[in-house]
Protein backbone atom coordinates (compact mmCIF):
# COMPACT_ATOMS: atom_id res chain seq x y z
CA UNK A 1 0.00 0.00 0.00
CA UNK A 2 3.00 2.53 1.12
CA UNK A 3 4.65 1.88 -2.15
CA UNK A 4 1.06 2.24 -4.63
CA UNK A 5 0.58 5.88 -2.67
CA UNK A 6 3.93 6.47 -3.81
CA UNK A 7 2.88 5.79 -7.43
CA UNK A 8 4.76 2.52 -8.28
CA UNK A 9 3.14 0.30 -10.67
CA UNK A 10 0.16 -2.75 -9.79
CA UNK A 11 2.89 -5.51 -10.69
CA UNK A 12 6.05 -3.94 -8.91
CA UNK A 13 4.08 -4.22 -5.50
CA UNK A 14 2.72 -7.45 -6.10
CA UNK A 15 5.87 -8.57 -6.70
CA UNK A 16 7.66 -6.93 -3.89
CA UNK A 17 4.87 -8.13 -1.31
CA UNK A 18 5.07 -11.63 -2.66
CA UNK A 19 8.46 -11.71 -1.51
CA UNK A 20 6.83 -12.13 2.06
CA UNK A 21 4.59 -15.49 1.46
CA UNK A 22 5.94 -18.56 1.95
CA UNK A 23 9.63 -17.52 3.37
CA UNK A 24 11.49 -20.64 5.06
CA UNK A 25 14.27 -20.28 7.35
CA UNK A 26 16.51 -22.56 9.21
CA UNK A 27 18.69 -22.01 12.72
CA UNK A 28 22.62 -22.57 12.27
CA UNK A 29 23.88 -24.43 15.03
CA UNK A 30 27.56 -26.07 16.03
CA UNK A 31 25.70 -29.46 15.43
CA UNK A 32 23.84 -28.38 11.98
CA UNK A 33 20.63 -26.74 11.05
CA UNK A 34 17.87 -27.13 13.07
CA UNK A 35 15.80 -28.93 10.45
CA UNK A 36 18.55 -31.51 10.89
CA UNK A 37 18.38 -31.95 14.45
CA UNK A 38 14.08 -31.38 14.77
CA UNK A 39 13.56 -32.61 11.23
CA UNK A 40 11.28 -29.85 8.90
CA UNK A 41 8.41 -29.71 10.92
CA UNK A 42 9.76 -27.93 14.25
CA UNK A 43 13.43 -27.32 12.83
CA UNK A 44 11.85 -25.30 9.94
CA UNK A 45 10.85 -21.45 10.82
CA UNK A 46 8.13 -19.16 8.31
CA UNK A 47 9.95 -15.74 7.86
CA UNK A 48 6.74 -13.73 8.95
CA UNK A 49 7.89 -10.23 6.76
CA UNK A 50 11.06 -9.42 4.81
CA UNK A 51 14.03 -11.82 3.80
CA UNK A 52 15.49 -13.96 6.77
CA UNK A 53 19.18 -12.81 7.80
CA UNK A 54 22.15 -13.50 5.63
CA UNK A 55 19.66 -14.52 3.13
CA UNK A 56 21.29 -14.74 -0.35
CA UNK A 57 18.49 -12.63 -2.01
CA UNK A 58 18.61 -10.49 0.14
CA UNK A 59 21.14 -7.83 -0.75
CA UNK A 60 20.54 -8.81 -4.80
CA UNK A 61 17.18 -8.35 -4.77
CA UNK A 62 14.98 -7.05 -2.06
CA UNK A 63 17.48 -4.02 -0.39
CA UNK A 64 18.19 -2.91 -4.42
CA UNK A 65 14.45 -2.71 -5.54
CA UNK A 66 13.70 -0.86 -1.80
CA UNK A 67 16.42 1.30 -2.64
CA UNK A 68 15.74 2.00 -6.05
CA UNK A 69 12.70 3.76 -4.95
CA UNK A 70 14.34 5.86 -2.08
CA UNK A 71 17.10 6.67 -4.72
CA UNK A 72 14.26 8.04 -7.51
CA UNK A 73 13.02 9.85 -4.62
CA UNK A 74 16.50 11.67 -3.56
CA UNK A 75 17.39 12.02 -7.46
CA UNK A 76 13.71 13.28 -8.41
CA UNK A 77 12.46 16.24 -4.94
CA UNK A 78 15.82 15.67 -3.19
CA UNK A 79 18.12 17.64 -5.55
CA UNK A 80 18.81 21.42 -5.29
CA UNK A 81 22.05 23.60 -5.99
CA UNK A 82 23.95 21.98 -2.93
CA UNK A 83 23.85 18.39 -4.72
CA UNK A 84 27.21 17.04 -5.48
CA UNK A 85 27.33 16.31 -9.09
CA UNK A 86 30.22 15.36 -11.40
CA UNK A 87 32.45 17.76 -12.85
CA UNK A 88 30.99 19.63 -16.83
CA UNK A 89 28.00 17.79 -15.66
CA UNK A 90 25.38 20.58 -15.84
CA UNK A 91 22.32 17.92 -16.49
CA UNK A 92 22.96 15.54 -13.75
CA UNK A 93 23.54 12.34 -15.93
CA UNK A 94 26.25 11.61 -13.71
CA UNK A 95 24.53 12.40 -10.69
CA UNK A 96 26.45 10.36 -7.98
CA UNK A 97 24.72 12.15 -4.42
CA UNK A 98 23.30 9.20 -3.53
CA UNK A 99 24.80 5.81 -2.41
CA UNK A 100 23.17 2.77 -1.22
CA UNK A 101 24.11 -0.72 -0.08
CA UNK A 102 22.17 -2.81 1.90
CA UNK A 103 20.71 -0.70 4.33
CA UNK A 104 23.09 2.29 4.95
CA UNK A 105 22.97 5.03 2.48
CA UNK A 106 25.45 7.83 1.88
CA UNK A 107 24.11 11.16 0.56
CA UNK A 108 27.48 13.71 -1.11
CA UNK A 109 26.73 17.44 -1.12
CA UNK A 110 29.47 19.49 -2.67
CA UNK A 111 30.38 22.84 -2.81
CA UNK A 112 32.04 25.40 -0.27
CA UNK A 113 30.20 26.32 3.00
CA UNK A 114 27.28 28.26 2.04
CA UNK A 115 23.56 27.87 2.63
CA UNK A 116 23.30 25.50 -0.84
CA UNK A 117 25.26 22.30 0.59
CA UNK A 118 23.13 23.00 4.29
CA UNK A 119 20.03 23.61 2.77
CA UNK A 120 20.77 20.36 0.25
CA UNK A 121 21.16 18.16 3.78
CA UNK A 122 18.32 19.15 5.85
CA UNK A 123 16.16 18.54 2.10
CA UNK A 124 17.96 15.20 1.64
CA UNK A 125 17.00 14.07 5.13
CA UNK A 126 13.31 15.21 4.30
CA UNK A 127 13.23 13.35 1.58
CA UNK A 128 13.86 9.78 3.55
CA UNK A 129 11.86 11.06 6.40
CA UNK A 130 8.92 11.38 4.19
CA UNK A 131 9.84 7.80 2.47
CA UNK A 132 10.26 6.15 6.00
CA UNK A 133 7.23 7.54 6.99
CA UNK A 134 5.47 5.94 3.85
CA UNK A 135 7.01 2.79 4.76
CA UNK A 136 6.32 2.63 8.56
CA UNK A 137 10.06 2.74 9.38
CA UNK A 138 11.12 4.69 12.08
CA UNK A 139 13.74 7.82 11.64
CA UNK A 140 16.62 7.34 13.64
CA UNK A 141 18.63 10.50 13.75
CA UNK A 142 20.59 8.77 16.29
CA UNK A 143 22.37 6.25 14.03
CA UNK A 144 22.34 9.84 10.76
CA UNK A 145 25.57 11.41 10.89
CA UNK A 146 26.45 14.66 8.89
CA UNK A 147 30.29 14.97 8.29
CA UNK A 148 32.09 18.11 6.89
CA UNK A 149 35.21 17.93 4.52
CA UNK A 150 36.73 20.97 4.33
CA UNK A 151 38.99 21.88 1.57
CA UNK A 152 41.47 24.69 1.49
CA UNK A 153 40.47 27.53 -0.44
CA UNK A 154 42.47 29.86 -2.96
CA UNK A 155 43.47 31.99 -0.11
CA UNK A 156 44.90 29.07 1.86
CA UNK A 157 41.87 29.34 4.37
CA UNK A 158 39.29 26.11 5.44
CA UNK A 159 35.87 26.30 5.15
CA UNK A 160 33.43 24.01 6.79
CA UNK A 161 30.08 23.60 7.58
CA UNK A 162 30.56 23.56 11.07
CA UNK A 163 30.94 27.42 10.69
CA UNK A 164 28.57 29.99 11.87
CA UNK A 165 27.40 28.92 15.52
CA UNK A 166 27.90 24.70 14.74
CA UNK A 167 25.29 24.44 12.23
CA UNK A 168 23.66 21.11 12.73
CA UNK A 169 20.67 19.53 9.78
CA UNK A 170 17.35 19.68 11.34
CA UNK A 171 14.28 17.39 10.89
CA UNK A 172 11.04 18.80 10.65
CA UNK A 173 7.32 17.82 10.83
CA UNK A 174 6.35 16.07 7.77
CA UNK A 175 2.83 17.62 7.43
CA UNK A 176 4.50 21.44 7.36
CA UNK A 177 7.16 20.62 5.02
CA UNK A 178 5.23 18.95 2.39
CA UNK A 179 2.17 20.46 3.33
CA UNK A 180 -0.65 19.87 0.99
CA UNK A 181 1.49 17.02 -0.75
CA UNK A 182 3.57 19.86 -1.73
CA UNK A 183 7.44 20.62 -0.70
CA UNK A 184 7.23 24.07 1.00
CA UNK A 185 10.77 25.30 1.96
CA UNK A 186 11.63 28.25 3.03
CA UNK A 187 13.17 30.88 0.97
CA UNK A 188 16.85 30.56 0.73
CA UNK A 189 16.84 34.20 0.70
CA UNK A 190 15.43 34.75 4.00
CA UNK A 191 17.06 35.13 7.16
CA UNK A 192 16.41 31.83 8.49
CA UNK A 193 16.43 30.25 4.83
CA UNK A 194 20.00 30.34 4.51
CA UNK A 195 21.02 27.82 6.70
CA UNK A 196 17.68 25.93 6.59
CA UNK A 197 14.78 24.42 4.97
CA UNK A 198 12.31 25.32 7.62
CA UNK A 199 11.24 27.22 10.47
CA UNK A 200 12.73 26.51 13.75
CA UNK A 201 9.35 25.87 15.46
CA UNK A 202 8.46 23.13 13.31
CA UNK A 203 12.23 21.18 13.82
CA UNK A 204 11.56 18.04 15.60
CA UNK A 205 14.90 16.55 15.95
CA UNK A 206 18.49 17.18 14.58
CA UNK A 207 21.01 15.33 13.19
CA UNK A 208 24.95 15.02 14.92
CA UNK A 209 27.78 16.90 12.66
CA UNK A 210 31.33 14.91 12.83
Known amino acids: MAFSRLGLPDE?????????????????????TSSDILGDTDGTFECLRGYAQG???????????????????QNEIGVDGGSFRVV????????????????DMIHQLGGACTSSPRRSAELKLAVAALF?????????????????????????????TKEDGDWRPQIYDLDVIFSGGE???????????RDHIGEFQHCTDFVKME
Do not use: H, Q
Request: hydrophobic share 35%; with cysteine.
Open 12 to 32: FCELFSSMDEGNKTVVLTAYG
Open 55 to 73: CTTSAAIGWTSFYDIFLSM
Open 88 to 103: DDTNGECDRSNLAFAD
Open 132 to 160: FDFTGIKFNPEKTLCCAIEFPEASGTYTS
Open 183 to 193: LCLLSSSSTEG
